[in-house]
T-cell receptor
Framework: QQQVKQSPQSLIVQKGGISIINCAYE??????FPWYQQFPGKGPALLIA?????SEKKEGRFTISFNKSAKQFSLHIMDSQPGDSATYFC?????????????FGQGTELSVKP | NAGVMQNPRHLVRRRGQEARLRCSPM?????VYWYRQLPEEGLKFMVY????????ESGMPKERFSAEFPKEGPSILRIQQVVRGDSAAYFC?????????????FGSGTQLSVL
């Protein structure tokens, strides 16, 4: 029940296309859902995050869609660029956790072809 | 303002040796979290520390692993008698407060290789 399941494991998208990564969870106590971007040799960096009081959040080309009833959330990258090539992790945590104790998905390796 | 600093970046140890991984949080951050990333897996929480206190070590293996965050100096993750299964990337993150998720910042990690 503490898991976050992420798919696909890898994704290849053409430049200008839309990248979509999905995550699902079981624990209804989860109430913070961030996405992290990780480049090779670097630590994860917060990309965008959402709380369950909204169904969508957009920041530039990055959008999180959240479906509370289905317990799913997804990351959409519009107009994908080669510079977006990285590994993306979804995560979740309940409010009773300390702020930095996140449960991560398995990661999606995104490759954007020029 | 320097980010979260971890050293060494790469650490090679033989089976049975000790590994010490260091993490200096961002300036003004007094909360430190350690995560482990095994090949082709997500990050797994290990331990949460504040200055001189271990707050949550629920993700830490019961044996051979320990962590500290002294009043002065960096946080240390110590692995005694390393085994090949300890080979992984170890990441440290810091935050100024325990409940501000958006203020969690990760270091670049230490890649531990056990021969």
């Amino acid at each position: 029940q503490q898991q976050v399941k992420q798919s696909p494991q890898s994704l290849i998208v053409q430049k200008g296309g839309i990248s979509i990564i999905n995550c699902a969870y079981e624990n209804t106590a989860f109430d913070y859902f961030p996405w992290y971007q990780q480049f090779p040799g670097k630590g994860p960096a917060l990309l965008i995050a959402i709380r369950p009081d909204v169904s969508e959040k957009k920041e530039g080309r990055f959008t999180i869609s959240f479906n509370k009833s289905a317990k799913q959330f997804s990351l959409h990258i519009m107009d994908s660029q080669p510079g977006d090539s990285a590994t993306y992790f979804c995560a979740a945590t309940p409010s009773y956790n300390q702020g930095g104790k996140l449960i991560f998905g398995q990661g999606t390796e995104l490759s954007v072809k020029p | 303002n320097a980010g979260v600093m971890q050293n060494p970046r790469h650490l090679v140890r033989r089976r049975g040796q000790e590994a010490r991984l260091r993490c200096s949080p961002m300036k003004g951050h007094s909360h430190v979290y350690w995560y482990r990333q095994l090949p082709e897996e997500g990050l797994k929480f290990m331990v949460y520390l504040q200055k001189e206190n271990i707050i949550d070590e629920s993700g830490m293996p019961k044996e051979r692993f320990s962590a500290e965050f002294p009043k002065e100096g960096p946080s240390i993750l110590r692995i005694q008698q390393v085994v090949r299964g300890d080979s992984a990337a170890y990441f440290c993150a810091s935050s100024p407060l325990p409940t501000t998720n958006e203020k969690l910042f990760f270091g670049s990690g230490t890649q531990l290789s056990v021969l």
